[in-house]
């Protein structure tokens, strides 16, 4: 079982970075629109808002989560109404309340998780997941909601140690981003090498694998996390199959989306 104390730290990390980045804008710095169409800095602010009470219940009241997410996912398409529909919710506050409401709801869950005893689990919108798993997915979704608001404000954010989680995630959902999309996995592993900020090479999968993707850290969770399109970033595939999951990585539950526009 992986100790999370690692993860929760960044988690914590994550969020105070983002929240700095918010906390000192006027109110009609949270109305600007983001590359999220119909998102404002506000809906992204709010959906993690959302997103993070759903875990604090997941993890402290897992019956009346299940109860309220079979509730909400009645139909294929409902997770993502859910999503827009809270999140809009949650744009329509005061931007000091709508901080305060997520800056309480983090810092639960922070404490919550860091009191689960060692094998705990917890129900989701996916398969159960563990302690260092659920803050593992709080922390993609932090960042990856801070890339949106950073890329808003045009300003560019320096990639930190805290991207290996990312990364770690957006390989093991390989399977997942061909189930999204109705298509049948690779049978064999793929080796996946990644550059670290720092240099340091992060790899995954077996060495002699035929199938790679190699590149810089900070490149595959902007694709995991559909934040770049893959023309814009310098990842290499070798081999038929990486090439192909290098077109449909993603690394959140719901709906992949059209994804974003090449920059050029």
Same mark, same amino acid.
């Given at each position: 079982?992986?100790? =999370?104390?690692?993860? /929760?730290?960044?988690?914590?990390?994550?969020?105070?970075?983002?929240?700095?980045?918010? *906390?000192?804008?006027?109110?009609?710095? $949270?109305?600007?629109?983001?590359?999220?169409?119909?998102?404002?800095?506000?809906? %992204?602010?709010?959906?993690?808002?959302?997103?993070?009470?759903?875990?604090?219940? +997941?993890?402290?009241? =897992?019956?009346? @989560?299940?109860?309220?997410?079979?509730?909400?996912?009645? *139909?294929?398409?409902?997770?993502? #109404?859910?999503?827009?529909?809270?999140?809009?919710?949650?744009?329509?506050?005061?931007?000091?309340?709508?901080? #305060?409401?997520?800056?309480?709801?983090?810092? !639960?869950?922070?404490? !919550?998780? !860091?009191? %689960?005893?060692?094998?705990?689990?917890?129900? $989701?919108?996916?398969?159960?997941? *563990?302690?260092?798993?659920? #803050?593992?997915?709080?922390?993609?979704?932090?960042?990856?909601?801070?890339?949106?608001?950073?890329?808003? /404000? &045009?300003?560019?954010?320096?990639?930190?140690?805290?991207?290996?989680?990312?990364?770690?995630?957006?390989?093991?959902?390989?399977?997942?981003?061909? !189930?999204?999309?109705?298509?049948? =996995?690779?049978?064999?592993?793929?080796?996946?090498?990644?550059? *670290?900020?720092?240099?340091? /090479?992060?790899?995954?999968?077996?060495?002699?694998?035929?199938?790679?993707?190699?590149?810089?850290?900070?490149?595959?969770?902007?694709? +995991?996390?559909?934040?770049?399109?893959?023309?814009? /970033? +310098?990842?290499?595939?070798?081999?038929?199959? +990486?090439?192909?999951?290098?077109?449909?990585?993603?690394? @959140?539950?719901?709906?992949? &989306?059209?994804?974003?526009? =090449?920059?050029?």
């Amino acid at each position: 079982m992986a100790d =999370p104390t690692h993860v /929760l730290s960044d988690l914590r990390d994550e969020g105070e970075d983002l929240d700095e980045r918010v *906390s000192g804008l006027a109110d009609s710095g $949270w109305a600007m629109p983001t590359p999220a169409q119909g998102w404002t800095i506000a809906h %992204q602010i709010a959906h993690l808002a959302a997103t993070d009470r759903q875990a604090l219940v +997941a993890v402290t009241e =897992p019956e009346l @989560f299940t109860a309220r997410r079979d509730g909400a996912l009645a *139909s294929p398409d409902s997770l993502d #109404a859910y999503v827009n529909e809270s999140a809009g919710q949650g744009a329509e506050l005061p931007p000091t309340e709508l901080l #305060a409401q997520w800056r309480a709801t983090r810092s !639960a869950l922070h404490a !919550a998780l !860091a009191a %689960q005893p060692p094998g705990a689990r917890f129900p $989701w919108f996916g398969p159960p997941m *563990s302690t260092a798993s659920m #803050a593992t997915g709080r922390l993609m979704e932090t960042w990856a909601h801070g890339q949106d608001v950073v890329d808003t /404000l &045009g300003v560019r954010r320096e990639p930190t140690a805290r991207l290996r989680h990312v990364a770690r995630i957006g390989v093991r959902t390989r399977d997942f981003a061909y !189930a999204q999309r109705g298509l049948e =996995p690779p049978t064999e592993e793929f080796r996946v090498e990644l550059t *670290s900020p720092d240099g340091e /090479l992060w790899a995954y999968g077996p060495e002699d694998a035929e199938q790679r993707v190699t590149g810089p850290a900070l490149d595959l969770c902007l694709l +995991a996390t559909r934040r770049r399109h893959r023309a814009d /970033l +310098a990842l290499r595939a070798e081999g038929t199959d +990486a090439d192909q999951w290098l077109d449909i990585a993603q690394a @959140f539950a719901g709906a992949p &989306g059209t994804g974003r526009e =090449p920059r050029g």
